[in-house]
């Protein structure tokens, strides 16, 4: 089955400092590749996606690149804020058409906590 | 915010109860799916409804069930509750679409305590 890996938290930067989180998946066929962020007391929000082999996803200065040959998906930042403190998703989707039952396979979540 | 909407934020139940959760689907969209995130963990998937039908489900047991209705809308339901059901349950709508990859839009979850 689908299953996602990535590194384990929680990940402690000061500010301005370069950010990578690692992920790899493990999927059959060709998945979409998603990076969702939880702050405090709320849900997942969408923070980029990349839908197939080397695409970059990018969004608030965080990118991602779709890597099939090494099947990572890895998060990367060139320098943090205080407010990107959250914990960071991994995570993939089947691909099927409409009403096929997509679902979402999450990684266990990297917590990152960016200090003055 | 995203315009999908879970209530209760918060309950409170003892094993062996019942317990109903809702979700109110963002404007214009015909598919709702539920997670469960356990703490520490990843969400994990439960099941999803699509035009107010089971269309997809994961791995938990019967006594999770759900219903879509007209307006898209949405119950979880969870019988014979037990204490490893405790947990952020998440609610996301989205449309699908011939591409299938759809963008969920979460609602922000109701944390289930069992006692």
Not at chain 1, 38 to 54: I, V
Request: contains cysteine; hydrophobic residues 30%.
């Amino acid at each position: 089955g689908n299953s996602v890996t990535q590194m384990e938290g929680p990940v402690t930067l000061s500010e301005e400092a370069f950010l990578t989180i690692n992920c790899t998946y493990t999927a059959t066929g060709y998945p979409s590749l998603f990076w969702y962020v939880q702050y405090p007391g709320e849900g997942l929000q969408l923070l980029l996606k990349a839908t197939k082999a080397d695409d970059k996803g990018s969004n608030k200065g965080f990118e991602a690149t779709y890597r099939k040959e090494t099947t990572s998906f890895h998060l990367e930042k060139g320098s943090v804020q205080v407010s990107d403190s959250a914990v960071y998703f991994c995570a993939l989707s089947d691909r099927k058409g409409a009403g096929g039952g997509n679902k979402l396979t999450f990684g266990t979540g990297t917590q990152l906590k960016v200090e003055l | 915010e995203t315009g999908v909407t879970q209530s209760p934020t918060h309950l409170i139940k003892t094993r062996g109860q019942q317990v109903t959760l809702r979700c109110s689907s963002q404007s214009g969209h015909n598919t709702v799916s539920w997670y469960q995130q356990a703490l520490g963990q990843g969400p994990q998937f439960i099941f999803q409804y699509y035009r107010e039908e089971e269309n997809g489900r994961g791995n938990f047991p019967p006594r999770f069930s759900g219903l879509q209705f007209p307006n898209y809308s949405s119950e979880l339901n969870v019988n014979a509750l037990e204490l490893d059901d405790s947990a952020l349950y998440l609610c996301a709508s989205s449309t699908a679409s011939g591409s299938g990859v759809e963008k969920l839009f979460f609602g922000s979850g109701t944390q289930l305590s069992v006692l």
